[in-house]
């Protein structure tokens, strides 16, 4: 990512079990604005999380329900 841009990346997946988790490596430099929407049309609740490069949570989203868009910004 550059300073000053806005750069969008989608990425498609598909829950497997009911245990399923999709973990993504984004790097990015300090001060820049990351947001992560989750969408589903499966009915399901979903959950973002984010984490440090220790594995520390820094922020999380979720929307309380089924079918709900998630957001997260950070």
Sequence with gaps: FQ???????A???RIDTALDVDLYR???DANTVLTVQL????GL??????FTIS?????FAN??????IDT???
Excluded: H
Aim: charged letters at 15%; hydrophobic letters at 30%.
């Design 39 to 42: 969408r589903n049309s499966s």
């Design 3 to 9: 300073s000053g841009r806005v750069d969008q990346i």
């Design 26 to 28: 984004i790097y990015a």
């Design 72 to 74: 997260l910004t950070y």
């Design 63 to 68: 929307q309380g329900g089924a079918s709900q």
């Design 55 to 59: 594995g520390a949570e820094v922020a």
């Design 11 to 13: 990425f498609n997946s």
């Design 45 to 50: 609740n979903t959950y973002a999380r984010l």
